[in-house]
């Protein structure tokens, strides 16, 4: 009984990870924007979006075509950049990001 209640104990550590960890990946990113860390959110949407994440590359377009209205003077408005990644995501098949395709066309 003892061995089995150690088996279960060690396989829950490893699916649960250690106490107190950071979230991976896309999570990581959005909880960087959940806390308002607009900067970091923005940069690791976007490197996320270089490795092929679809939406990480919406979010991150988004975020490039809103800038410091709504992020703040430390995310840019690059309205170049927003569409590259609005793009990607697009072909990678996000309906909202075609969707914001459209409202940008004609921006500056």
């Given at each position: ?14 699916v649960a990870g250690p106490a ?89």
């Open positions: 009984m003892s061995r089995i209640f150690l088996l279960q104990a060690a396989l829950l550590l490893a107190g960890a950071q979230p991976m990946g896309i999570e990581q990113a959005h909880h960087a924007h959940y806390i308002a860390e607009y900067e970091r959110s923005l940069a690791l949407y976007e490197q996320l979006a270089a490795l092929g994440d679809a939406e990480a590359a919406e979010r991150a377009g988004f975020m490039l075509m809103q800038g410091p209205i709504a992020y703040g003077p430390r995310v840019p408005r690059d309205v170049a950049r927003a569409t590259a990644w609005l793009e990607q995501a697009a072909r990678a098949g996000r309906p909202h990001a075609l969707f914001l395709l459209g409202l940008s066309a004609g921006t500056d």
